[in-house]
T-cell receptor, first 114, second 114 residues
Framework: AAGVIQSPRHLIKEKRETATLKCYPI?????VYWYQQGPGQDPQFLIS???????DKGSIPDRFSAQQFSDYHSELNMSSLELGDSALYFC?????????????FGPGTRLTVL | AQKVTQAQTEISVVEKEDVTLDCVYE???????LFWYKQPPSGELVFLIR??????QNEISGRYSWNFQKSTSSFNFTITASQVVDSAVYFC???????????FGSGTKLNVKP
């Protein structure tokens, strides 16, 4: 079975530009999570969606927004990019919420801001 | 508040040595889940194990074993007869509550030398 798909896998942007990262969850998974992992850091939770509604929010900058669409894929929109936004962005999906529902991680999108 | 501490920033061993990676967690929830992930240089997060708070049985999978002790809030990971391919950053993570977001430790970088 296909795993979580993230696109693009690599993205290079200039400061002040915008970027859109996409996440396609595993089939029948209705919950999506976004994490940001800076260089040498641990992944930090940004935001999650369950059934197209925001379910939880972490340390997501106001310059970032995200949504989950009717087909359950999710997009993370990042505006006014800063050098500090350079990171590996992970998407994860699960069926339902709660710890019983295993979370599967995508391969990540590596964003470089120049 | 939830917290995961991996006190060992970096460990170097010689191939075939055994190595234990420490993980200490903090939570007031009685229901929680603990995870270990491996992150090789390529960047993806590879799932290794999940444990729920009601299951303190230790687990062995090949060369990997995990020791979960609620009394000391620890979930340690041992690699027996380490191999060069085990070289990676290992993250311990905690999940609580209904929305399943992960709290990651800061990671332990394991270097296995031939």
């Amino acid at each position: 079975a296909a795993g979580v798909i993230q696109s693009p896998r690599h993205l290079i942007k200039e400061k002040r530009e915008t970027a859109t990262l996409k996440c396609y969850p595993i089939s029948r998974h209705d919950t999506v999570y976004w994490y940001q992992q800076g260089p040498g850091q641990d992944p930090q939770f940004l935001i999650s969606f369950y059934e197209k509604m925001q379910s939880d929010k972490g340390s997501i900058p106001d310059r970032f927004s995200a949504q989950q669409f009717s087909d359950y894929h999710s997009e993370l929109n990042m505006s006014s990019l800063e050098l500090g936004d350079s990171a590996l962005y992970f998407c994860a999906s699960s069926h339902g919420t709660g710890g019983l529902n295993e979370q599967f991680f995508g391969p990540g999108t590596r964003l470089t801001v120049l | 508040a939830q917290k995961v501490t991996q006190a060992q920033t970096e460990i170097s061993v010689v191939e075939k040595e055994d190595v234990t990676l420490d993980c200490v967690y903090e939570t007031r929830d009685t229901t929680y889940y603990l995870f270990w992930y491996k992150q090789p240089p390529s960047g993806e997060l590879v799932f290794l194990i999940r444990r729920n708070s009601f299951d303190e049985q230790n687990e062995i999978s090949g060369r990997y074993s995990w020791n979960f002790q609620k009394s000391t809030s620890s979930f340690n990971f041992t690699i027996t007869a380490s191999q060069v391919v085990d070289s990676a950053v290992y993250f311990c993570a905690l999940s609580v509550g209904n929305f399943n977001k992960f709290y990651f430790g800061s990671g332990t970088k394991l270097n296995v030398k031939p």
